[in-house]
């Protein structure tokens, strides 16, 4: 019933900017954290961002502070991150995942980055 759903990724230069959009269907997310992780080609699966239930607080790997921005719109389900200044070891499928009764996973969208 609950699905989660990435859009927004793509082929960049590097210092390009790419938005990716995380939308939720069969349960609201408000009042729930919803992180963002991606997996590098060939290395294991790392968070990148993350936001509180109530959007009051986010946190960000070291990788990406002051490059990435997590937001959330409670009124259309839907979980954001925007990407600036994009390098190539940005290069990963990114996932969004948030804790019900359980972790529920997206399919992940593909960001790569061109130097």
């Known amino acids: 019933q609950v699905q989660l759903v990435e859009f927004g990724g793509g082929l960049v230069q590097t210092g390009g900017s790419l938005r990716l959009s995380c939308t939720v269907s069969?349960?609201?997310?408000?009042?729930?954290?919803v992180n963002w992780f991606r997996q590098p080609p060939g290395k294991e699966r790392e968070v990148v961002a993350a936001i509180s239930g109530n959007g009051d607080a986010t946190g960000y790997a070291d990788s990406v502070k002051g490059r990435f921005t997590i937001s959330r719109d409670d009124g259309v389900n839907t979980v954001y991150l925007q990407m600036n200044n994009l390098k190539p070891e940005d290069t990963a499928k990114y996932y969004c995942?948030?804790?019900?009764?359980?972790?529920?996973w997206g399919q992940g969208t593909q960001v790569t980055v061109s130097s």
């Open positions: 069969g349960r609201t997310i408000t009042g729930y954290g």
């Open positions: 995942n948030v804790k019900f009764q359980r972790t529920y």
